[in-house]
């Protein structure tokens, strides 16, 4: 039986269209928003004001949502 491994590729441009969209991102420097790409939704989360309600996993599903993802054999 073959087996394959999911891979998700963002691109920058949008994720950065992602925190434009949804306000996110607005209290971080470059620097901080270059880190943004090592580690997603909770960064965005740290340096966001959201509403009480959002939840980490609300912010993983959108940036979940725009990436492309392939398949390939392992």
């Known amino acids: 039986m073959k087996q394959?491994?999911?891979i998700r590729k963002i691109h920058a441009s949008?994720?950065?269209q992602l925190c434009i969209d949804h306000?996110?991102?607005t209290?971080?420097?470059n620097?901080?928003?270059g880190h943004l790409l090592f580690d997603l939704a909770a960064d965005i989360m740290e340096h966001s004001e959201l509403d009480d309600d959002c939840t980490i996993e609300s912010?993983?599903?959108e940036v979940?949502?725009?990436a492309n993802v392939?398949?390939?054999e392992v």
């Open 4 to 6: 394959y491994k999911e």
């Open 14 to 16: 949008a994720l950065r």
């Open 23 to 25: 306000d996110w991102y």
């Open 27 to 29: 209290a971080g420097d």
């Open 31 to 33: 620097e901080e928003y």
């Open 59 to 61: 912010v993983a599903f």
């Open 64 to 66: 979940a949502r725009i």
């Open 70 to 72: 392939f398949f390939e």
